[in-house]
């Protein structure tokens, strides 16, 4: 239930509001930890290159490469102040948009301004 389809397009979310930033870190946190994939980022190739005349030459023979990945677990985002915080920005959400959109209409509010 967003305020555009609601409002018959009238209201859109206030993207700068700090409940309507919340919810959207918490619908990014919630996507991040079900939908988990493993991504590389950093990476040191410890190779000898020689540069003469501005062309790169590895040195023949086998190089060994030592690397590790560190994975940062999404889920140590959830502290109790975040947690916190995502449930009052989901309370505000109900309190200003799900109930007066069901019971008798929109208005503007910090979560939300008019087109």
């Known amino acids: 239930m967003t305020p555009h389809l609601i409002s ?27 939908h988990n994939k493993e991504f590389l980022t950093e990476f040191e190739l410890p190779l000898n290159l020689e540069i003469k005349d501005g062309e790169i030459f590895v ?28 449930g009052l920005a989901m309370g505000q959400f109900k309190r200003f948009i799900m109930r007066p959109a069901i019971a008798s209409g929109l208005d503007i509010i910090n979560l939300i301004k008019r087109i």
Not at 8 to 34: A, Q, S, T, W, Y
Not at 59 to 71: A, K, M, N, S, Y
């Open 8 to 34: 018959d397009g009238k209201f859109v979310m206030n993207e700068d509001c700090e409940p309507f930033k919340k919810l959207c870190e918490m619908i990014n946190l919630r996507n991040r930890i079900l």
């Open 59 to 86: 040195p023949e023979g086998r190089e060994i490469i030592d690397f590790e990945i560190v994975v940062k677990n999404p889920i140590d985002k959830l502290t109790k102040e975040n947690c916190l915080a995502y």
